[in-house]
């Protein structure tokens, strides 16, 4: 799913005459220029989410890791913290990948990546908890839509990527935005496009392209907030699916005045869902809270 697709970084948006990008992609998406100066994706972070299963093995991956010294040193930090909780301490990459599994080290590599990159200021804070409670429901859920567990969570994690970028590049605009009350989704997204020239979804899949990351995320960013459809991929389908629980469990980065409970969204009429046995809503907010716990 992860593979890393061959094309060439696409350019970055022409500056014209409005703050915005009015040209120059093929596409009808128009992509606001600041996004183009945001810092690179964490290169170690990006070889990890690009190398599939097959190309895992634990001298690589320590090697990857090591070659950026401060994500090295977050991930033995968390590797000997009490998010793992082994006895003995673990003093290198390379014991710390060996014992945690590649998978594992390879979900902290990106939590750590998109930790760095989210910025600050006040609504960075509900938008970053926002993804990785997607990102663990997703983990949780995984199963049940015949998805790999880490898939499902590093997608979670990145699906609104799109947001944290606006949120860096256009704090204001975008915090006038986040600051006021939404009825529903549709609302909310109305007034991201109105403000902002674009949805968080269109700007996360450019963010991927740019930043070159696996494919797969594009789709996951721009269609996130679709209606569920037959055709989904069981991927786009639990991420579509850990949004609305997120939002629902009160990891919401947008204000609604009201919207489904956690057991009304269990209630779509999605065929992976029927006769299954669920996490509660109390099970996930404990899980999300340690591992939030684990990050900031
Ligand atoms: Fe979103
Ligand atoms: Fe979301």
Known sequence: VFEKGKRSKPEPPAISRSAWDTGPREETVLVPIKLCNLPPFPPAAGRLLACSE???????????????PALAAEVLFLANSSLFGFPARIQSLRH??????????????????????????????????????????????????????????????MHDIGRLGFLRSYPSEIGAVLAAGYSDGDEFLAAER?????????????????WTLPPAFSEIC???????????????????LACRLADAAGYAAVRYRTGPGYDDVL??????????????????????????????
Not at 57 to 67: E, I
Not at 194 to 210: Q, V
Not at 272 to 296: H, M, N
């Open 54 to 68: 097959a190309d895992g093995d634990v001298t690589g991956v320590a090697s990857v890791v090591g070659g950026d």
């Open 267 to 296: 209630q779509s009429d999605l065929p992976s869902l029927a006769g299954q046995f669920f996490p509660d809503e109390q099970a996930i907010r404990d899980e999300v809270e340690s591992r939030l716990a684990a990050f900031e």
């Open 222 to 240: 721009a269609r996130h907030h679709d209606p569920f459809q037959e055709s989904d991929s069981p991927l786009l389908t639990l991420i579509k």
């Open 96 to 157: 710390a990948v060996a014992v945690l599994g590649i998978s594992c080290i390879r979900q902290l590599a990106t939590t750590l990546a998109l930790r760095a990159l989210r910025g600050a200021g006040p609504f960075v804070r509900p938008c970053w908890r926002h993804s990785l409670a997607c990102a663990v429901i997703a983990e949780k859920f995984a199963p049940l839509f015949g998805c790999v567990a880490e898939h499902g969570y590093t997608a979670g994690l």
């Open 194 to 210: 109105t403000a902002m020239n674009a949805s968080h979804g269109e700007a996360g899949a450019w963010l991927i392209e740019y």
